[in-house]
């Protein structure tokens, strides 16, 4: 095994790439630590760049602004998974790019991610590649309705997706997601969802939180819960299953896992990987002493991972359009942390903040 | 009493004067409420400045500049309390400067300090006015030895001071002292030294975390401890110290209070307050859900107090001068918050960063 890189000493900095809400939280946590952030972002006013050491403002495909951008950082990571793979590419020939190249190229393909768990041996929905009505059509017929169509590329928050009721509704799908290449994937009878947030050194040691359970309201997130309330054999288990993925990708840095457990039997279905931090890991800023924030940051700074482990129960609930308008309610609540993302308008949908509210332990 | 003003709304901007760690970590408590802050202060790379959102560099007597940073900000408050006054009230013309001018005034001068609280009825070590070698050295007759003499100004972690265990010494010591102005201060018989983080609102609430035994090396702060091992009543009686001394102040932020423990009869003695959020209080960042950081930028921007409830026991160490070396090591304990202050050089007996480690709570 090839000696590993030294960690980055205190006062290293660590471009960004994206200057959203996960931006300004790796920044803060990265400062934590005596390491400075650099945020690469396109927009004007990023909200990552109020608490970054230094900001370019450039389009991702800014050949010069790239070259100049890693010339001035030690390592790059990213707060989003659609930083495009020629972005990527073209940092690395510079400067170390965590997680690498791999990671962005499975997670940003609904199909390519559904193959690599596939050949892990992990389950997930059943799903079928759709490139037209006639293969649509087909994949209705395999699959079975209710069914989601659902772009390959560029989808969160259910956008970018068609529920399915009937096959005759094919060629409407088709239209809906404007014929781009899609999969088809199969209901799965579900009772919660949950998800890990994995942690896996430049020395390949990892580091799982405790599972979370989220809630969803309109396909947004909208409640995290820990503990999950499931038995501690199901979530070793979604742990094990993260860190397997994690492994199988050479991953350096944090990864949120989605997993569907399924009713009755309690089988765990990986819904999808998202190469970051993750929302449904907030709760980890008041729940732990190392949040993933920073755990993300070490990873990539080649530092040692903190201990995921958690002194509290937590919910996170997050603070989406007007919700926020309370903050001056919702900041008198003892025993919670309130975030607001300094983002200017509180456009519907949009997430403007959370606030987790902690409990003493109730499970080990 | 006429109406309060309105707290700022999240998207404000607080000026800092002073770029410290204090600073650095009061910026990033604000930026947690979406709050943004503009941090002032004469050395070229300040710590602080890696998190703010925008940065002045001058001198604290720069009129111009003082006036462009008043109107670029929404209200002023400082992290250290040898801000000048005539600085603090030329900004006070323009913009909300909180703590006010009479917390400063107290706090810059150890005789006006002593005056103050022998007038609040608050216990103190035996001090006298040293104005030249005459007056000390009737002081000394009066006070006994040993005593210490101390510059009413400027003087911070064991600086500007000389203990005197012989009359004979009083032209030394004053030599030592540059003849600056002075008090002397007779010895307290003390089994521990203890201090009270409170904040006091703008509507006038306050609230005070649990008090912190704090342990000395060089005259420096190196171990805080909480529970401070007091029954409650000794630490009720701290607190409702603090609150009164606060109150008194008419203050608005977060205090710091040292406070002496009698030998035998725990008589609490106060021995200094600070201005702003103090080194005894850093352990609220992991034992609270509001650290006094945010407390402090609550209080200073009109915002409802947070609870000051304690969820986990913490000891907080400083780690001065080469203790920051050490970090790889550092990092790897659980249970543990890491925070480095991005300085550069680690000179002897500069604080480079500090170490939180928690368990769970034994006491309520």
Redesign the interface.
């Known amino acids: 095994m090839p000696d590993l890189p030294a ?1 980055l000493p ?2 290293s900095t660590i471009g960004v790439l994206g200057g959203g809400q996960l931006g ?1 939280m790796l ?2 946590a990265a ?6 952030t650099h945020i690469y972002c396109p927009e004007d006013n990023c909200t990552a ?5 230094a900001v370019t403002i450039a389009a991702y495909d800014d050949k010069a602004a790239l070259k100049a951008f890693a010339a001035q950082v030690d390592v790059v990571t990213y707060e989003f998974e659609n930083v495009p793979t020629d972005t990527a590419s073209m940092l690395a020939q510079d400067v170390p790019v965590r997680p690498g190249a791999r990671a962005l190229s499975v997670a940003q393909d609904r199909l390519t991610e559904k193959n690599f768990m596939q050949g892990l041996g992990v389950a997930t929905a059943p799903f079928a590649d759709v490139t037209d009505v006639g293969s649509l059509t087909t994949a209705l017929a395999d699959i079975g309705t209710p069914a989601i169509l659902k772009t390959r590329r560029l989808g969160y928050d259910g956008k970018g997706q068609m529920r399915i009721d009937d096959t005759t509704q094919a060629s409407t799908a088709w239209e809906a997601v404007n014929k781009q290449p899609s999969i088809l994937e199969g209901f799965v009878d579900f009772e919660a969802e949950i998800s890990v947030i994995v942690a896996r050194g430049l020395d390949g040691t990892t580091a799982a939180y405790d599972p979370a359970r989220n809630d969803h309201e309109n396909h947004i997130l909208s409640l995290s819960t820990v503990p999950s309330g499931y038995p501690e054999t199901v979530e070793a288990k979604a742990r094990t299953l993260a860190e397997k993925i994690a492994a199988e990708l050479d991953y350096v840095g944090v990864m949120g896992v989605e997993l569907f457990v399924a009713s009755g039997t309690r089988k765990l279905i990986v819904n999808e990987i998202a190469p970051r931090v993750h929302n449904s890991g907030h709760w980890t800023l ?1 729940g732990c ?2 949040s993933q924030f920073e755990q993300h940051m ?1 990873a990539v700074a080649g ?2 991972l ?2 995921p ?1 958690r ?2 129960d937590a919910t996170m609930t997050n603070l989406i359009g007007s919700d ?1 308008d309370d ?2 309610q919702l ?14 308008e509180a456009r519907p949908g949009r997430k403007m ?1 959370h606030i ?1 509210r ?1 409990s ?2 109730t499970s080990a």
């Open positions: 960690p205190p006062g300004r920044a803060m400062a934590r630590l005596g390491l400075r760049a109020q608490v970054a050491d008041e002493t190392v070490r530092w040692p903190g201990s482990q002194h509290s926020a903050w001056q900041a008198t609540e003892p025993n919670a942390g309130l975030h607001l993302y300094g983002k200017g903040g987790t902690i003493p332990k």
